[in-house]
T-cell receptor
């Protein structure tokens, strides 16, 4: 079955710095990926998505990079703010339209 | 537009009992998915309903079941509760468009089994 892992369970960054959160996935047939942000007491919130036919996608202050060769996904957050402190999940969609989530990286922004 | 709502938000049950959780999707969304979230396993897919039919199912025992009504509202049921069923149960709805699979999550129901 699919296995989605995150390289670091926790990440601390200084306010204003850029953050990079990494994710490895195991199913080379996965065709769609999403990054979610989950704040304490809330459900996951969509940040950005990317299809497998793309290498990079940019949003507001966020960029997702997809490296299909090594099955690696990353989320870059520019000018990290205190409000970015949360747990970040990557998720992959298999061809059966099921989503598999990683266990999450807890991002702490230091003022 | 109202978001995904889940009821109840918190629930305490005893081992062996059964429980029913409810989810109301965003208006117009016909796909509803259920996930179990625990600290050790993260988010795990339970099942997805679309137009009152179960379209996908994860690897959970038959004690976990669900259904969807004609207004897209969904319920999930867990029978014969076990201590390990303690978790945050999340519901997510989506428009199920061709080019996007963006799911909108509710706040979850925190189930504690004692």
């Amino acid at each position: 079955g699919e296995s989605v892992g995150l390289h670091l369970p926790t990440l601390s960054v200084q306010e204003g710095d850029n953050s990079i959160i990494n994710c490895a996935y195991s199913n080379s047939a996965s065709d769609y990926f999403i990054w979610y942000k989950q704040e304490s007491g809330k459900g996951p919130q969509f940040i950005i998505d990317i299809r497998s036919n793309m290498d990079k996608r940019q949003g507001q202050r966020v960029t997702v990079l997809l490296n299909k060769t090594v099955k690696h996904l990353s989320l870059q957050i520019a000018a990290t703010q205190p409000g970015d402190s949360a747990v970040y999940f990557c998720a992959e969609k298999n061809t059966g339209n099921q989503f598999y989530f990683g266990t999450g990286t807890s991002l702490t922004v230091i003022p | 537009k109202a978001g995904v709502t889940q009821t109840p938000r918190y629930l305490i049950k005893t081992r062996g009992q059964q429980v029913t959780l409810s989810c109301s999707p965003i208006s117009g969304h016909r796909s509803v998915s259920w996930y179990q979230q625990t600290p050790g396993q993260g988010l795990q897919f339970l099942f997805e309903y679309f137009s009152e039919t179960q379209r996908n199912k994860g690897n959970f025992p038959g004690r976990f079941s669900g259904r969807q009504f004609s207004n897209s509202r969904s319920e999930m049921n867990v029978s014969t509760l076990e201590l390990g069923d303690s978790a945050l149960y999340l519901c997510a709805s989506s428009l199920d468009g061709y080019w996007t699979y963006e799911q909108y999550f509710g706040p979850g129901t925190r189930l504690t089994v004692t």
